[in-house]
């Protein structure tokens, strides 16, 4: 299974395929409403520091968890550039499990286990294939995680 090509930005556009070919890309189940909502500040700070290497950082609202993200397109959008300052890519709202899993998390998640809750990562090689998967707790400064994104941008 590949890395699905036809995905959708929050405002419902289609996301160039430009955007991930040939970067490491970081994907998060996000959330506005959640104790692990401050990860943003974090999140927002890889990308500042890894961006020019290649570091894509996609953000994927989900509401499956205590429906800590219920906001339409445009509240999400105005709560993460207002409160965390985000301009990465945040794609629309999906599900990251049970039966109307998303085709993306069909392919990160693959055979391992559903997602625990938001802010669950997976990082993805310049190649499309998943390195490896932190659990929700990870930090975006956890020192696992940025030495996982370092040799994967090489």
């Known amino acids: 299974m590949a890395l699905p ?6 405002d419902g556009a289609p996301l160039s ?3 991930l070919e040939n970067k490491v890309v970081l994907f998060v189940n996000v ?3 959640c104790g692990l909502t401050p990860q ?3 999140l927002v700070a890889l990308d500042q520091e890894y961006g020019d290497r290649g570091l894509v950082i996609v953000g994927v609202p989900c509401n499956q968890f205590g ?7 445009d509240e999400i ?10 301009d990465f890519t945040l794609l629309e709202k999906q599900d990251v499990n049970g039966a109307n899993r998303s085709p993306l998390y069909q392919f990160l998640v693959g055979d391992g286990p559903d997602i625990a809750w938001n802010f669950g990562k997976f990082l ?3 190649n499309g294939e998943v390195i490896e998967r932190f659990e929700p707790q990870t930090a975006p400064d956890d020192a696992n995680l940025k030495a ?7």
């Open 5 to 10: 090509t036809a995905l959708k930005t929050l």
């Open 17 to 19: 395929p430009e955007t």
């Open 31 to 33: 959330a506005s409403k």
């Open 40 to 42: 943003y500040s974090g």
């Open 67 to 73: 429906a800590q993200e219920p906001g339409t397109p």
């Open 77 to 86: 959008k105005d709560f993460t550039k207002t409160k965390y300052d985000v």
């Open 124 to 126: 993805v090689g310049r």
């Open 148 to 154: 996982a994104i370092e040799k994967a941008l090489g």
